[in-house]
């Protein structure tokens, strides 16, 4: 019988006198190395052996070592699974917040001597209780999916929930080779730099230190419109805390203008109106985000705008600021509220506009902050745990015309 015979027709190969030498000697090599080749195993067969017997060798070789890379898999993911759930608890419990959902890209605030406090540029991985539940149910879960595998081989019957069972081992093993990559991504990210905060700073009235002398001109500069200057640290946040948990929603990008006369600004209109897209709410969760601009609808109303008329009192504070007082309105989902701003205006001298890459010569940073009632407005307030919202806008204003 010849080689191409042979490997046609493998159940004719039934006794070595079959084989011509040079058939028998081919068909050796040919099994040989596909000891070696499939399962990396030192030659198993000696000379002598005959290729109708290698077989049925590489057959229950092949079985043995698939059993041992099975074993070697499942308890490596056994031990995974309980793994990854305790570093998923400490990574929440070490990493500075208690969120309850996850978010992947977390940016904090820091103090910075041209803004105040500056969102950071770098991001942290930051683990929600949404996802270390998902941790802990993977590993309890694999762990019981194995155990009642196991006991279903050992019953003399094979009961009707072997099947389930066996699948939901093989997912469960599954899920927890991948788990620790979650919790090992949330670690490498580290911790955010100490003193850091979740939360852009309210303006209150207690927050400004009074000037030691007040200046005869509160601020050098033209009277005319000032428009609001398109800069990334430009943002609307309100601070909601509701689930249990307080986060903040943020908004983007302010357009609007200002006019007022910046030597008094007392005097006169302080005429101020800045909107936001409702669309562009960003809290760190994708679907939330998507149900917050359900709530806040929308669709049909695009905007938050947050308007003054005037200023009823302005105060100069050391550093060359000014924090003042105000009856201003924000008109969100149709409707619109009277509500007291306090805020603070400081003008950028030569250094900060540098730093912020600011061209104009003539520029001023506005935080203003509000505290909405919720029972005040169309949502509703039991899906929320506090009964106010506050708001606090963020903006840097360029005389008209100088904008660059």
């Keep these: 019988m010849e080689l ?5 027709y493998p159940s004719l190969v ?3 006198d079959l084989l011509s030498p040079r058939t028998e000697a081919a068909l050796s090599r040919l099994c040989r190395a596909r000891v070696r080749a499939w399962h990396g195993f030192e030659p198993l067969l000696r000379p002598e052996q005959r290729c109708f017997g290698t077989l049925s060798v590489i057959r229950s070789q092949g079985r043995r070592y698939c059993r041992h890379v099975k074993t070697i898999a ?19 419990a070490t990493q500075g917040t208690s969120t309850i959902y996850t978010d992947p890209a ?3 605030y820091v103090a910075d001597q041209d803004l ?3 969102q950071t ?6 683990l929600g209780l949404d996802a270390v539940g998902l941790l802990v149910m993977v590993a309890v879960g694999t762990w019981l999916a194995v155990w009642l595998f196991k006991r279903a081989n050992a019953s003399t019957t094979s009961p009707w929930w072997k099947k389930p069972v066996q699948v939901g081992m093989v997912l469960g093993l599954g899920a927890s080779a991948v788990a620790p990559a979650l919790a090992i991504a949330a670690m490498a990210s580290g911790l955010p730099p100490e003193g850091a905060r979740m939360f852009l700073p309210e303006v209150t009235a207690s927050t400004a230190e009074p000037a030691k002398a007040a200046p005869a001109k509160l601020f050098q500069a033209p009277k005319g419109t000032y428009t609001v200057f398109d800069h990334p640290s430009n943002t609307l946040t309100a601070k909601i805390k509701a689930g249990g948990e307080e986060f903040e929603a943020r908004f983007g990008p302010l357009s609007g203008t200002t006019s007022f006369d910046p030597s008094s600004p007392a005097k006169g209109t302080f005429k101020t109106r ?5 669309k562009s709410i960003d809290t760190g969760v994708p679907l939330r985000n998507d149900h917050s601009a359900t709530d806040l609808k929308a669709d049909k109303h695009p905007e938050i705008v947050m308007s003054l008329d005037g200023l009823e009192s302005i105060t100069a504070t050391a550093g060359g600021k000014a924090s003042f007082k105000a009856t201003g309105t924000v008109s969100v989902m149709g409707i619109t509220l009277k509500l007291p701003v306090t805020g603070e205006i400081g003008q950028l001298d030569e250094g900060a506009r540098k730093r912020l890459s600011v061209k104009a010569s003539n520029a001023f940073l506005v935080t203003g902050s509000v505290s909405v009632t919720i029972a005040d407005t169309p949502l509703d307030q039991q899906s929320f745990d506090k009964p106010t919202i506050p708001i606090t806008a963020r903006f840097i204003l360029v005389h008209d015309g100088q904008q660059i």
């Design 121 to 126: 540029e770098e991001s942290w991985f930051l």
């Design 106 to 108: 977390r940016a904090f």
């Design 274 to 278: 800045i909107s936001v897209p409702t």
């Design 4 to 8: 191409s015979q042979a490997r046609r």
């Design 116 to 118: 105040g406090w500056a």
């Design 14 to 16: 039934t006794s070595p």
């Design 74 to 92: 499942q308890r490596t993911a056994l031990f995974l699974g309980p793994f990854a759930a305790v570093l998923g608890l400490i990574r929440w």
